[in-house]
């Protein structure tokens, strides 16, 4: 992979994607983008990872949001659709793929940072992070699942108080209202992380597909749907090799 924009690295079975324009913010730009899009098309074929780690490089910023400049320099409303489009396609791959994704918000996680964030299955923030949708305030709305996926974690009405408002929250209120797991100090914050990744990593693999499938895609179900959508993925977990050695 040809990364500029990103850092990359495997440990352990984790691999771990460090947004890597500090002097930006770690903001997303198209060329962010298409090499995210890479690492997420080697983590899938490769055997040796098992989990994904991501974070932002310096100590300001997870992702600050979309690159302004970039977005300024658009003519068309095709344009700034076939970016949102690409932003959408990236973070629907990461819900998609059978390993887990794990995000460790060392900062700023505005905009687009937020909806990385809860594109990931787990979300452990720094105690000086801070979460926001500031587009109201620019005279545009989240572009890249902002107002879906908030809602579906902490409900619509903190969701619009967030979206519409355009005021961050800190990382003890996101705690509080169940957008991220787990709060820690800045120090433990990547250790910690990269810990937990390993550990989701160690599990039976296909459980894990099954365990993520069936709970993204049975959220939005009616109940009696949901519970035929968790019947057929655990019925596929029997007679597994994991399910035999583990039973």
Not at 161 to 181: C, F, H, Q
Not at 211 to 235: M, R, T, V
Request: glycine share 10%; charged share 25%.
């Amino acid at each position: 992979m040809d990364l500029k924009n990103l850092l990359f690295d495997i440990e352990d079975g984790v691999a771990t994607v460090t947004f890597n324009r500090p002097k930006a913010l770690n903001a997303l730009n198209t060329e962010t983008f298409h090499e995210l899009g890479q690492a997420i098309d080697h983590i899938k074929e490769n055997d040796e990872i098992n989990a994904v780690l991501l974070t932002g490089a310096g100590d300001k910023a997870f992702v600050a949001g979309a690159d302004l400049a970039e977005i300024n320099k658009k003519d068309s409303i095709s344009d700034v659709m076939t970016f949102i489009e690409l932003g959408h396609d990236t973070f629907r791959a990461m819900e998609l793929m059978r390993k887990p994704f794990v995000a460790a918000v060392n900062g700023l996680a505005l905009g687009g940072g937020i909806e990385i964030a809860v594109s990931c299955d787990i979300r452990f923030a720094s105690e000086t992070a801070m979460f926001g949708t500031p587009e109201i305030n620019l005279g545009l709305i989240p572009g890249w699942g902002g107002t879906q996926r908030v809602a579906r974690l902490v409900g619509i009405g903190l969701a619009k108080e967030i979206v519409m408002s355009g005021e961050p929250i800190s990382a003890k209120r996101a705690y509080e209202i169940g957008l991220v797991n787990r709060v820690l100090p800045p120090d433990e914050l990547l250790h910690k992380a990269k810990e937990f990744a390993r550990k989701l990593g160690g599990k039976p693999g296909f459980a894990m597909k099954m365990a993520k499938y069936a709970i993204n895609f049975g959220y939005d179900l009616p109940l009696d749907n949901a519970i035929s959508l968790e019947i057929q993925c655990a019925c596929q977990c029997f007679n597994t090799e994991d399910m035999k050695e583990g039973v």
